[in-house]
């Protein structure tokens, strides 16, 4: 009946035979993703694919291209340097994505409570993320200086001895993390704080007259419910980590040495340092791979969560 | 006596929540304030050690070097037609997407937006910025715009299908059945009842765009530079002033910060919408 009203009503001439009216619909809304689509295709999938194609050649500006097959993935196997910029991407990526986590969980329990100006804080405490990641970095890099920075001032002055920060091969990557944690626990303390919205309360109305105490709800109620939530934190704090450049670069430009070289920083310099363009092309190929997969073992991880 | 226990225990409680806020918000504002106290002082009280909290007296010295030296103004301009011409082609396009991926229920199109959110913006360069040389581009501020479009359209792409999803069907649906064309039910009907979704894509879409710094680094020249470029040339040259360089960094990310306050709750929305899915 709806079908025949809408022909009508739509002009159409009778004796054509129209599909349901999802159906029917279904294909002409794709008219609307087209010039979304087409955005997507050119500066997205495009660079995906072309890629792909450079990485498959010796491609450097100004001296033409030739075809080189997987010689540049051999490469880049047999490269020490790359190895190394995997490993303290690595390094950099488990610090990044556990301190996040754990203090954003604490962080969401806290502004899960109702207390004076809840919302001036919780806005005091969103800024590092919103913040442009080249200006804090600056800030901090000038915090950081071993001499006049305010940082081994405060702590001096509680009696702790002074830090190398970011100016030692040691402590580079440790400070790097403190940086990223500072800007941003607050994403994942969102992700948890929308978590806790959604719970439900008779669990909780059970355990108190049960009489467990706060620690024993929350490790036992709050902790599982909420892991679905915690798991999407996880992922995303490891894209983001493994994905970090801003701050690293500004800061510390990869050094002391080689010392902050991780594997952004390191395509980089082979894209715009030296032009290596079709070897930087292959490093894309091979970073993506590892961002892909770990995702996915994460994404693996929420569904037996689901399933649980 | 019971009784009075559970109130001190409540007590208790109450002062470990205040001290634990406390703990948590004070390295974000001890950051933005050293900030501040850094631009507002001369270069010998930002090396003076122990150092100087709080500026006496505050001079504005630092902002009128960072403009007067650096043509920050230009800098300014070119981030503002970046960022307001990349969130504007990212609305026109990304919001009519939105909605019709929200209305195919396209899932594997929503995945491609996740797929882009997972690429360093580094892998999109390296294409690119060989695609824009040889069309003779480079020099230009339009490469910048394009590249921009890879962080505002998935953005937008992303937090439009979430509004859209949210929004009940059957106004269209009765719309349509009246004799109103699918493009007459978006425009009339859906685009006005999603538009707490565009205010929240606009803000997202345009901090992020501002805030991007890779993009700008490897396309810009020297008269095309966006805001956190010329931030990051003015510590190649002036490594030692402090001032300048804490000032230039304010004047960067002091409208962010403003943007942040004000809008709190549609930030806060949007970047929930698309962690949680």
């Not at chain 1, 607050?186 to 992700?191: A, D, E, F, G």
């Not at chain 1, 059970?206 to 599982?224: E, M, V, Y």
């Not at chain 2, 859906?190 to 490897?218: C, D």
Request: glycine letters at 8%; proline letters at 6%.
């Amino acid at each position: 009946m709806a079908t025949t009203l809408t022909a009508a009503a739509t002009g159409t001439r009778p004796g054509v035979r129209r599909p349901t009216p999802g159906r029917n619909y279904a294909r002409r809304y794709w008219a609307f993703a087209a010039p979304g689509a087409a955005v997507v295709l050119a500066v997205i999938v495009f660079p995906w694919l072309f890629t792909i194609v450079m990485s498959l050649h010796e491609w450097q500006p100004g001296a033409g291209t030739s075809w080189v097959g997987a010689a540049n993935y051999l490469q880049l196997f047999s490269d020490a340097d790359f190895g190394w910029a995997i490993l303290r991407t690595l390094y950099f990526t488990v610090l990044a994505v556990a301190a996040p986590v754990v203090l954003g969980i604490a962080a969401a329990v806290c502004f899960h409570k109702r207390f004076p100006l809840r919302g001036l804080a919780r806005t005091i405490f969103i800024l590092p993320m919103m913040a442009t990641p080249v200006a804090i970095a600056l800030v901090w890099m000038m915090m950081f200086h071993p001499q006049f920075g305010v940082l081994n001032y405060i702590l001096t002055s509680l009696g702790l001895p002074p830090s190398e920060w970011t100016y030692s091969a040691a402590t580079v990557i440790p400070t790097l993390v403190m940086v990223e944690t500072w800007q941003w626990t607050p994403l994942v303390m969102l992700i948890v704080l929308g978590g806790l919205a959604s719970l439900p309360i008779d669990p909780y109305e059970a355990a108190k007259i049960d009489g467990a105490s706060g620690w024993q709800t929350f490790r036992h109620i709050s902790l599982p419910l909420l892991w679905p939530f915690i798991v999407v934190a996880m992922v995303i704090r490891t894209i983001d980590a493994l994905k970090s450049f801003d701050v690293i670069y500004v800061i510390t430009q990869g050094g002391p040495g080689t010392a902050s070289t991780t594997m952004n920083i390191f395509l980089y310099q082979q894209a715009f340092s030296y032009y290596h363009l079709g070897y930087a092309s292959a490093v894309v190929v091979v970073f993506f791979a590892v961002i892909l997969a770990i995702s996915l073992v994460l994404l693996g991880l929420r569904q037996r969560a689901k399933w649980q | 006596m019971a009784m009075n226990r559970h109130k001190w225990r409540k007590l208790g409680g109450r002062i470990g929540l205040y001290a634990s806020v406390l703990a948590l918000i004070s390295p974000a504002a001890f950051v933005f304030l050293w900030m501040l106290s850094l631009s507002l002082k001369n270069e010998v009280d930002n090396m003076a050690f122990p150092p100087v909290f709080i500026p006496h007296p505050p001079t504005l010295a630092n902002f009128v070097k960072v403009f007067a030296d650096n043509d920050f103004l230009r800098y300014t301009i070119n981030s503002c037609i970046v960022s307001f011409s990349a969130t504007g082609l990212a609305l026109l396009v990304g919001v009519p997407a939105g909605y019709g991926v929200a209305k195919t229920k396209a899932t594997r199109a929503a995945m491609l937006i996740l797929v882009a959110r997972m690429t360093p913006g580094l892998s999109y360069l390296i294409p690119l910025f060989l695609l824009f040389q040889w069309l003779g581009m480079l020099g230009t501020l339009t490469p910048i715009v394009i590249t921009h479009l890879v962080i505002t359209v998935p953005i937008v792409v992303w937090v439009m299908i979430g509004f859209f999803e949210g929004l009940p069907g059957e106004i269209e649906e009765a719309a349509l059945v009246d004799g109103a064309t699918i493009w007459q039910a978006f425009r009339y009907v859906a685009l006005p009842l999603a538009r707490p979704g565009i205010t929240v894509a606009t803000i997202l879409a345009f901090i992020f765009s501002w805030n991007n710094f890779i993009f700008g680094i490897v396309l810009a020249g020297r008269e095309t530079r966006t805001l956190p470029v010329a931030v990051y040339n003015v510590l190649t040259f002036e490594q030692v002033s402090w001032g300048p360089l804490a000032a230039a960094a304010l004047v960067v990310t002091g409208p962010v910060l403003i943007l942040t306050l004000l809008m709190q709750k549609e930030i806060v929305a949007g970047l929930t919408a698309g962690g949680v899915k």
